[in-house]
């Protein structure tokens, strides 16, 4: 839900349950937006500041989670609130879906990226042992409070990687306003040089209600949630190969892009999609996010990188989500090693 107040929207869910059975985890960046907990309930209730990177994503912090849940004898009548970006939302959802069989939560997302993906559909979980996300499991929040005032100050690298999955979710659905402008189109009139929130709102709400219809349509993963993986197999390489060469210089929804590139530009040989929407993103990569850079050497590791992707049903196979036209994905394509090093071959050439 979108809220242009916070301390009403936060008002309003708290009425729920009993005071004494609330607590907050908040990132620790956010202490210095603390007017946010003017409100006289929230000023009672106990926080745990946390400090949240990649590395933070694991069995540690959501120890120190269940610690804090203890420590404030929440029952499993209690609530926790998870105040941050994907990391701590997804960290706090885990320790709140198991801590006593699964307590309530509600996640604040701060950032555009947790807001559009992150906040919503339930995947909870942490790192383990060097995999990302390899530990989890699916629990809905009992609500996603989206409060577009956080973005105001988020800087311009995080808010082009949340409008990466915006795209995304743009390219996937055909969810049309009723003027007739489809979500595509109305991303692409998006303004990215002012970054300006007031007419951005409209579009997170389209992005955060698409998401919803699939995720509720398919929770598990069974299949249509697969449509969310677009561009995700080959950005999921890049950011490995990125991470590995240079420790986190792009956010994850730069990855995000360009591997849409290279999965628009499968589209189009494999399934005549029509050139115009890899034409587009590709203006805007070059304008916005930059050129990504890789050596020849790491086509080999981009490759088994992408035949072990956890989303792979059968070893040693490239397994993509592709388009026919903007709004028309199909799950469950299969890329051969010289296709995939094609379409790497169109993304460094740019
Ligand atoms: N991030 C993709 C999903 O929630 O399925």
New binding site residues.
């Given amino acids: 839900m979108i809220y242009s107040e916070f301390n009403n929207a936060f008002l309003s869910c708290l009425n729920r349950y009993e005071m004494g059975q609330i607590c907050i985890v908040a990132d620790k960046n956010l202490i210095r937006h603390k007017e946010w907990m003017a409100a006289r309930p929230l000023q009672e209730l106990p926080v745990l500041w946390l400090k949240v990177s990649e590395a933070d994503k694991s069995i540690e912090t959501v120890m120190q989670i269940w610690d804090f849940l203890l420590e404030h004898e929440l029952t499993r009548r209690g609530l926790l609130l998870c105040i941050g970006g994907g990391v701590l939302t997804d960290t706090c959802g885990f320790a709140a879906a198991t801590y006593k069989r699964g307590i309530d939560y509600i996640n604040v997302p701060t950032t555009l990226l947790g807001m559009i993906?992150?906040s919503s559909?339930g995947?909870t979980g942490i790192n383990y042992r060097g995999l990302k996300n390899a530990i989890g499991v699916f629990a809905n929040p009992v609500e996603t409070i989206i409060y577009p005032g956080w973005l105001t100050t988020l800087p311009s690298d995080q808010f082009l990687s949340g409008f990466g999955e915006m795209l995304k979710t743009g390219l996937i659905t055909n969810c049309q306003k009723r003027e007739g402008s489809s979500l595509w189109e109305r991303l692409l009139q998006y303004d990215l040089d002012t970054m300006e929130i007031q007419s951005l709102t409209p579009l997170i709400e389209s992005c955060v209600s698409a998401?919803e219809e699939i995720?509720n349509t398919d929770p598990h993963?069974r299949g249509l949630?697969k449509i969310?993986?677009f561009g995700h197999t080959f950005g999921h390489a890049l950011e490995e190969i990125q991470m590995n060469n240079e420790p986190s210089k792009w956010p994850h929804g730069y990855a995000v892009v360009y591997g849409l590139i290279a999965e628009l530009y499968l589209s189009v040989v494999k399934l005549g999609c029509p050139k115009a929407p890899l034409q587009q993103l590709t203006q805007i990569m070059i304008h916005y996010y930059g050129k990504p850079q890789c050596k020849c050497s790491d086509y080999k590791r981009l490759i088994d990188f992408m035949k072990q992707d956890k989303k792979n049903e059968h070893a040693d196979e490239i397994n993509c989500t592709l388009i026919r036209a903007v709004g028309s994905p199909v799950i469950n394509q299969k890329v051969s090693e010289n296709e995939a090093k094609e379409a790497f071959d169109y993304l460094f050439s740019l």
């Fill in positions: 993906d992150a559909g995947k998401k995720v993963e949630r969310l993986n």
